[in-house]
């Protein structure tokens, strides 16, 4: 079975670009979840989507973070215009319902220069 | 968010057992205690995880205390691969997210 796969593993841009990560989770996998850690801090939670619907996106930054999950399967998360501060690994993690235990994807690290 | 306390670093030799403790003494009645590791440049790892009463799996085993405040995740054989940060997180009745800490940077010396 495959794991969590998420595209690109490094992505460098310039402030003021735009940049869209993916993800690939598990297949049944309901649930999906972003995560980051940025430079010397702890992973904090982004979002949650339940399928296609966004369950809890309490934890994104501010709204030039969009992410998506059309057709309840594979999802992305655009950073547009990307800000210095946004550097760091995302991380996407998927489980088959929200108690059960979450599988992690390597990561994606983003470097905005 | 109930928070969790856990030592910033532990070491261990080769073979030997780990006792990685965690103190979570704002825990819920229907927090579930989770451990997930992180090895060098790889995402987190699902462990093993709690509620009330003590469980084992594969890879390691989970001592809760009887109130709930605190837990022990135990390695016990520690290997080189076992080198990792290592989490103790409260959840799901926060509808699954997980909300990590600092954790425990495990050393094994061989």
């Known amino acids: 079975e495959a794991g969590v796969t998420q595209f690109p593993s490094h992505s460098v841009i310039e402030k003021g670009q735009t940049v869209t990560l993916r993800c690939d989770p598990i297949s049944g996998h309901d649930n999906l979840y972003w995560y980051r850690r940025v430079m010397g801090k702890e992973i904090k939670f982004l979002l949650h989507?339940?399928?296609?619907?966004?369950?809890?996106e309490s934890g994104m930054p501010n709204n030039r973070f969009l992410a998506e999950r059309t057709g309840g399967t594979y999802s992305t998360l655009k950073v547009q215009p990307a800000e210095l501060e946004d550097s760091g690994v995302y991380f996407c993690?998927?489980?088959?319902?929200?108690?059960?235990?979450?599988?992690f994807g390597p990561g994606t690290r983003l470097t905005v220069t | 968010d109930a928070k969790t306390t856990q030592p910033n670093s532990m070491e261990s030799n080769e073979e030997e057992p780990v006792h990685l403790p965690c103190n979570h003494s704002t825990i819920s009645g229907t927090d579930y205690i989770h451990w997930y590791r992180q090895l060098p440049s790889q995402g987190p790892e699902y462990v093993i995880h709690g509620l009330t009463s003590n469980v084992n799996n594969r890879m390691a085993s989970l001592a809760i205390a009887e109130d709930r405040k605190s837990s022990t995740l135990i390695l016990h054989r520690a290997t080189l691969r076992d080198a990792a940060v290592y989490y103790c997180?409260?959840?799901?009745?926060?509808?699954?997210?997980?909300?990590f800490g600092q954790g425990t940077e495990l050393s094994v010396k061989p």
């Open positions: 997180i409260l959840g799901y009745n926060q509808g699954g997210k997980l909300i």
């Open positions: 993690a998927s489980s088959q319902d929200f108690a059960r235990s979450q599988y």
């Open positions: 989507f339940v399928k296609e619907s966004k369950q809890d």
